[in-house]
């Protein structure tokens, strides 16, 4: 059987460092919220364009920068709250929630195939939320292009202190125009730029080509109710999702927070960009691939979750529903595949 929406009326303690204890993921609930099952967009709905993060002209950022500085602002217990925002993050890596009917089984979206579409789901919430409150139904968010020698140092976007796109927990040697390591261990390599960039294009053609020849080997694990959490993640989750995020997140705090950690990484406005272009990831890895490439498997289809839209409603989404951006109406502008031939 497939995983099941969360019950919002037991929540956990979130399983977090000691050092971030007192911290409550749970989401905003009162008993008898109703809860109504996702309808996508209408087809007529204008398509959302997400442009590459290193591309942003100024109106666009200035917008961008308007939408987060009001979701900030919103009070803490209105679930579109930035607060709540990246609270939803934790309370699905960190245990908040059991399986429903596995008190023992937590849920968890990393590790499995549950990966792709939850996160998907993630930021087509927030993107909306973000939209509606400058009153733009043309808002996207912007992604962080690490696939191509352009994007591949800290979005400078993201970089200005006196933005609400800034967060302080960052390390501080990564700053841009430093060269990300698409597969970062914790250690900087000290290679020259251009060495480093070819490195992270054969990274990105292994990760989306040889290694994710079949839909598991990319998408991940199956996961199913009654499972134990993490039965495996799939070529990209693993890297470079992992490595941007540890890249990412500052060497000075306890635990690397914000990026470098799962209960804080969406704490910093930069998370929805990195997970845009895994998103986008997912998108061209499908359109690489002649046929439907999804699982068919029903335990995936009907897995389902529960986020707040644009209108404060509780919804309850499917995997089955978020299989096409187009059908969610958004896209990813087109910046081109620079490691498509970077065939070691
Ligand atoms: Cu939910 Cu990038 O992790």
Same mark, same amino acid.
């Given at each position: 059987?497939p995983?099941?929406a969360?019950?919002?009326?037991?929540c956990? +303690?979130p *399983?977090i460092?000691? +050092?971030? +204890?007192g911290?409550s993921c749970c989401?905003p609930y009162r008993?008898?919220?109703?809860i109504?099952?996702?309808?996508p967009?209408?087809?007529?709905?204008?398509?959302r364009?997400?442009p590459?993060a290193?591309?942003?002209?100024?109106?666009?950022?200035?917008?961008y *920068?308007?939408?987060?500085?009001?979701?900030?602002k919103?009070?803490d217990?209105d679930?579109?709250?930035f607060?709540?925002?990246w609270?939803v993050h934790?309370?699905f890596? /960190?245990?908040?929630?059991?399986?429903?009917?596995?008190?023992d089984?937590d849920?968890?979206?990393? %590790?499995s195939?549950l990966?792709f579409?939850w996160h998907r789901f993630y930021?087509?919430?927030h993107?909306r939320?973000?939209?509606?409150?400058? &009153?733009?139904? +043309?808002?996207a968010l912007?992604?962080?292009?690490w696939?191509?020698?352009?994007?591949?140092?800290?979005?400078?976007?993201?970089?200005n202190?006196?933005?609400?796109?800034?967060?302080?927990?960052? %390390?501080p040697?990564h700053?841009?125009?430093?060269?990300l390591?698409?597969?970062y261990?914790?250690t900087d390599?000290?290679i020259?730029?251009?060495?480093?960039?070819k490195?992270?294009?054969?990274?990105?053609?292994r990760?989306?080509?040889?290694?994710?020849?079949?839909? *598991?080997?990319?998408?991940?694990?199956?996961y199913r109710?009654?499972?134990q959490?993490?039965? &495996?993640?799939?070529?990209?989750?693993?890297?470079?999702?992992?490595?941007?995020?540890?890249w990412? &997140?500052d060497?000075?705090?306890?635990?690397g *927070?914000?990026?470098?950690i799962?209960?804080?990484?969406?704490?910093?406005?930069?998370?929805?960009a990195?997970? &845009?272009?895994v998103?986008r990831?997912?998108?061209?890895?499908?359109?690489l691939?002649?046929?439907?490439t999804d699982?068919t498997d029903?335990d995936?289809?009907?897995?389902?979750?529960?986020?707040?839209d644009e209108?404060?409603?509780?919804? @309850?989404?499917?995997v @089955?529903?978020?299989?096409?951006?187009?059908?969610?109406?958004?896209a990813?502008? /087109?910046v081109?595949?620079?490691?498509?031939?970077?065939k070691?």
């Amino acid at each position: 059987a497939p995983i099941q929406a969360p019950d919002l009326a037991s929540c956990n +303690t979130p *399983e977090i460092p000691d +050092t971030a +204890t007192g911290l409550s993921c749970c989401l905003p609930y009162r008993p008898g919220t109703a809860i109504v099952d996702f309808v996508p967009p209408p087809a007529s709905a204008p398509l959302r364009v997400r442009p590459a993060a290193h591309l942003v002209d100024k109106k666009c950022l200035a917008k961008y *920068e308007r939408a987060v500085a009001l979701m900030k602002k919103l009070p803490d217990k209105d679930p579109r709250s930035f607060a709540q925002q990246w609270r939803v993050h934790c309370a699905f890596c /960190d245990a908040a929630y059991d399986q429903v009917g596995f008190p023992d089984l937590d849920i968890q979206v990393h %590790n499995s195939w549950l990966f792709f579409p939850w996160h998907r789901f993630y930021l087509y919430f927030h993107e909306r939320i973000l939209g509606k409150l400058i &009153g733009d139904d +043309t808002f996207a968010l912007p992604f962080w292009n690490w696939d191509a020698p352009d994007g591949m140092a800290f979005p400078a976007i993201y970089n200005n202190r006196s933005s609400p796109l800034y967060d302080e927990k960052r %390390n501080p040697a990564h700053l841009p125009p430093f060269t990300l390591d698409l597969d970062y261990n914790g250690t900087d390599s000290p290679i020259p730029r251009d060495q480093q960039i070819k490195q992270n294009l054969t990274i990105m053609y292994r990760q989306m080509i040889s290694s994710a020849k079949r839909t *598991e080997l990319f998408l991940g694990q199956p996961y199913r109710q009654g499972d134990q959490p993490d039965p &495996g993640a799939g070529s990209v989750e693993n890297v470079p999702h992992n490595p941007v995020h540890l890249w990412t &997140g500052d060497t000075r705090q306890p635990n690397g *927070e914000d990026m470098g950690i799962f209960y804080s990484a969406a704490r910093d406005p930069v998370f929805y960009a990195h997970h &845009g272009n895994v998103d986008r990831m997912w998108h061209i890895w499908r359109g690489l691939r002649p046929g439907n490439t999804d699982f068919t498997d029903p335990d995936w289809l009907d897995a389902a979750f529960l986020f707040y839209d644009e209108d404060a409603r509780l919804v @309850r989404v499917r995997v @089955r529903d978020c299989l096409d951006p187009a059908t969610l109406r958004y896209a990813y502008q /087109d910046v081109g595949l620079p490691w498509l031939n970077a065939k070691p």
